[in-house]
């Protein structure tokens, strides 16, 4: 059921702004990442769909806050990346404000999936929103993506450290796994995270 479920996903809308968003009810799991962290990839993955969000090499391409309805209850957003982007300083600002304003107003977020490059995880940014989930006491649940490009052990002992460094900085509410696009490691893994997070079941 979880499968079909994420296979009805579809577009819903674009929005500039939080109050162009779809209205603020049922429940909603947000996705977030640094640019070019393979967050669009994921959600593709996820809802086993090719073209669902929109992804590109090139850093930054998601500019808008995007709804996928996965039933009229429940939806995924695609948020804009965190980080390198290749806009000016005042793009990127504006990008984050959105951000920033969507965590803290909506109603209806039940949680973030945060997408970091396994090779390069924890860094600034994604603390910052590890961090920010906790103050608003939004679940976060980390996909380390690109999981392929590293052997089964440096994968594994990466995941470990990770969730080493969750816990020496007294975060036990965060969880972590390994994920793969490419592969489809760990897509079990996250439509059972997404499941209970959304509230099915």
């Given amino acids: 059921m979880t499968q079909s479920r994420y296979h009805r996903s579809h577009f819903l809308t674009s929005a500039p702004a939080v109050k162009d968003a779809p209205p603020d009810e049922g429940a909603e799991v947000a996705f977030a990442g640094r640019s070019n962290a393979g967050k669009s990839s994921a959600i593709n993955t996820i809802v086993m769909q090719k073209n669902l969000a929109r992804t590109s090499k090139t850093p930054g391409r998601t500019q808008l806050l995007n709804f996928f309805e996965v039933d009229p209850e429940h939806r995924l957003v695609d948020l804009p990346g965190y980080g390198y982007a290749k806009?000016?300083?005042?793009?990127?600002?504006?990008?984050?404000?959105?951000?920033?304003a969507y965590l803290a107003e909506r109603q209806s977020l039940a949680g973030i999936f945060l997408?970091?490059?396994?090779?390069?995880?924890?860094?600034?940014?994604?603390?910052?929103?590890?961090?920010?989930?906790?103050?608003?006491?939004?679940?976060?649940?980390?996909?380390?993506?690109?999981?392929?490009?590293?052997?089964?052990?440096?994968?594994?002992?990466?995941?470990?450290?990770?969730?080493?460094?969750?816990?020496?900085g007294n975060d036990v509410r965060t969880t972590v796994q390994l994920f793969s696009s490419l592969d489809r490691t760990g897509l079990d893994q996250a439509h059972a995270t997404l499941d209970d997070v959304l509230g099915y079941g």
């Fill in 87 to 100: 806009v000016s300083a005042k793009q990127r600002g504006t990008w984050h404000r959105v951000v920033e």
């Fill in 115 to 168: 997408a970091m490059d396994i090779r390069h995880p924890l860094t600034d940014f994604d603390c910052l929103m590890i961090n920010w989930c906790g103050e608003l006491g939004l679940r976060a649940h980390i996909l380390l993506t690109k999981a392929d490009k590293l052997g089964r052990g440096a994968a594994k002992a990466t995941l470990l450290q990770t969730e080493r460094a969750l816990r020496e």
